[in-house]
């Protein structure tokens, strides 16, 4: 074993022992080196008697303020400015101690020789402590894997943490990465500061592990972005945080805080109550489809307080169904309503059935439907299963059961739709329609609203998660604008219809002015903290990027094909006056559509869908037409 090696095991007494004896031993070498810098000549023998007296009194001297100073004490990989300001004012009392001594005794002295002492001491002071740090990092390194790291950002933050991580075996530190195009080609902390474009290169040639990202001023957008492109090279990214919150003085919190949807509505919140639609729903057993979704799991929660003796949950999703199952147990305890959870498909018409009659069902609210556009036009045969078909199973064993009430919950996308998406609404408006027309006992009414802010799949998580992310937004194209209406508001407006409803009526809800998507794409950008970056601000945080229309995608939505609504008893809802296919036109459709799903003809599902929604459409065009040549 290596006398280093054994320095390692020493006890920590020891180890203190053996720093104030490199001290003291470091106090005849300086004023050997001291007398031959001032004399030009090495001094001789003769020299070590006539110093004797000085060296014993400086050897004593130094023992004694080094342990008062407590520099034995610092450990190898401490000492920096503060421990060489130590060592600095322990030469500067030796050279004191040895003018004071020189004069006491009557030795002459050079000009200027307690000085040079003062200043060699506290070199060699400082030298063998960073060697013998050296040598002892290089034997803690010798069997510990050390990991080559990168600090991104040469600035403050960048150099404290160099400093601390210096001494640390399992890391070895390769230089600094910044953008600052003036600190490039510098050394600070002793490393190179390298150009961001050499990055790739850097960790090819140097084999990098990690980078510590080191810029805690830029915000977290920004440092998202930083951290995305050093990932995307294959290493580890881990971030410091600000001083300021290491020390408390600040918070150590994402800065995105949370968005309140009605905020972006540009119009003022809906505020009302069901008072007087309370008692269509107090004492009933109510069945809502689609229970775990946005607008279903609403529904529950605002339908509870109206007095309903039972609510069946109808979810397709387990975990959906597990969530506001419990939810509504702890919402209901004490209210006396029972809670039936219920995991299937509106589709199984043999399931549908049996849970209406076993439960005595009163009013179904019938919200299951797949209605993200891209999902549905990537998957047509599963849209018009679950939108159209599931809609005609649901409504025709609400009539088979004798159910009081059937509530279909549509979309604005059914009005004018170019795509399956919005096809398969329409034609879910269309079979609800004529079985109202065909119904006896059962009232089957429709509910038709645009988009519905803070749910799954709505622009303001998306656009939120995309800013956490350090974006970009992603924009189909500039010029869009989307109705939009808060969950809260929409359910209650649904549960109004659902009380008024007289049979076969289209609800459209008040939902102000369309808003435009890229002013609230910037809007949830400013009220999140940041700044967008455009061509007019390129150094803002979050940038908007447009990716173009998708399939089945409009500018513009609209919640009626004719501009004429009629007023209904309540302010904010309207009913739509409009034209539907016949009984043997849609009978022929579904024929179509249903001979397509089993084909599993993809192309033959979008044709047959769009052609009788076209169909519709020309119907509703030209009884408009009709309409206004009669006026």
Request: aromatic share 6%; proline share 5%.
């Amino acid at each position: 074993m290596s006398f280093f090696e054994r320095l390692i095991l020493l006890p920590r007494p020891a180890k203190r022992a053996f720093i104030l004896a490199l001290d003291i031993l470091n106090v005849p070498v300086s004023l050997y080196l001291a007398a031959a810098l001032l004399s030009g000549t090495l001094p001789g023998a003769e020299w070590l008697g006539q110093e004797i007296g000085i060296l014993l009194t400086l050897a004593l001297g130094c023992a004694a303020l080094s342990m008062t100073l407590g520099l034995p004490g610092i450990q190898l990989k401490s000492y920096e400015i503060s421990a060489m300001g130590r060592s600095a004012a322990l030469a500067a009392l030796l050279a004191a101690l040895m003018a004071a001594t020189s004069w006491a005794f009557g030795q002459a002295r050079m000009a200027g020789e307690p000085f040079i002492f003062a200043l060699v001491f506290l070199f060699l002071s400082a030298t063998v402590r960073l060697v013998l740090l050296q040598l002892l990092l290089h034997l803690y390194r010798r069997d510990v894997a050390a990991t080559k790291v990168l600090i991104y950002g040469a600035g403050k933050t960048g150099m404290q943490l160099a400093m601390a991580l210096k001494s640390h075996e399992a890391v070895r530190l390769m230089g600094f990465i910044d953008d600052n195009s003036v600190l490039h080609g510098m050394t600070v902390a002793g490393l190179p500061v390298h150009p961001s474009q050499r990055l790739e290169k850097l960790i090819a040639e140097q084999k990098i592990g990690r980078v510590l990202l080191a810029m805690p001023s830029l915000s977290p957008p920004r440092q998202a972005q930083v951290a995305r492109r050093v990932a995307a090279l294959g290493v580890d990214v881990q971030s410091l945080p600000s001083f300021a919150q290491l020390v408390g003085e600040e918070e150590i919190v994402a800065t995105l805080a949370p968005v309140l949807p009605e905020s972006f509505l540009g119009r003022k919140k809906l505020h009302g109550s069901l008072n007087g639609a309370e008692s269509r729903y107090r004492g009933k057993s109510v069945m809502i489809s689609g229970a775990g979704g946005s607008i279903g799991s609403e529904l529950c929660r605002q339908i509870l307080p109206c007095g309903p003796t039972r609510l069946v949950l109808l979810e397709l999703s387990e975990l959906a169904l597990y969530n506001i199952d419990r939810e509504m147990n702890a919402l209901a305890e004490g209210t006396g309503c029972e809670i039936v959870p219920v995991l299937g498909s509106v589709a199984d018409a043999a399931k549908v059935t049996s849970v209406l009659k076993r439960h005595e069902v009163q009013i179904v609210l019938h919200a299951a439907a797949y209605k993200h556009v891209p999902m549905v036009e990537a998957n047509p045969d599963a849209g018009i299963i679950n939108n159209v078909f599931g809609t005609q199973v649901l409504a025709q064993a609400a009539i088979d059961c004798g159910i009081e009430r059937f509530v279909l919950i549509s979309t604005d996308k059914a009005v004018r739709p170019t795509g399956v998406m919005g096809a398969s609404k329409r034609l879910a408006e269309l079979v609800v329609g004529d079985l109202a027309r065909r119904s006896g006992k059962t009232i089957l009414t429709m509910v038709r609203f645009g988009n519905v802010l803070g749910s799954s799949g709505s622009v303001i998580p998306l656009f939120q998660e995309q800013i956490l992310r350090g974006g970009p937004i992603t924009l189909t194209d500039p010029r869009v604008t989307r109705y939009f209406m808060t969950v809260q508001e929409a359910t209650q407006l649904v549960l109004w219809a659902g009380s008024m409803a007289k049979g076969g009526e289209i609800f459209v809800l008040d939902m102000g002015k369309p808003v435009a998507i890229e002013r609230l794409a910037r809007q949830i950008v400013e009220s999140s903290g940041y700044k967008v970056r455009d061509a007019s601000n390129p150094d803002g945080d979050i940038e908007i990027l447009v990716t173009g229309l998708r399939p089945g995608e409009k500018l513009h939505e609209e919640l009626s094909i004719s501009p004429d609504l009629r007023p209904t008893a309540h302010p904010k809802l309207f009913h739509a006056e409009e034209t539907s296919l016949t009984e043997f036109e849609l009978a022929r459709a579904l024929q179509g559509l249903n001979a397509a799903i089993v084909q599993q003809d993809h192309a033959a599902i979008v044709e047959e869908a769009a052609r009788w929604v076209k169909r519709d459409l020309a119907k509703n065009e030209a009884s408009r037409h009709d309409g206004n040549a009669a006026l």
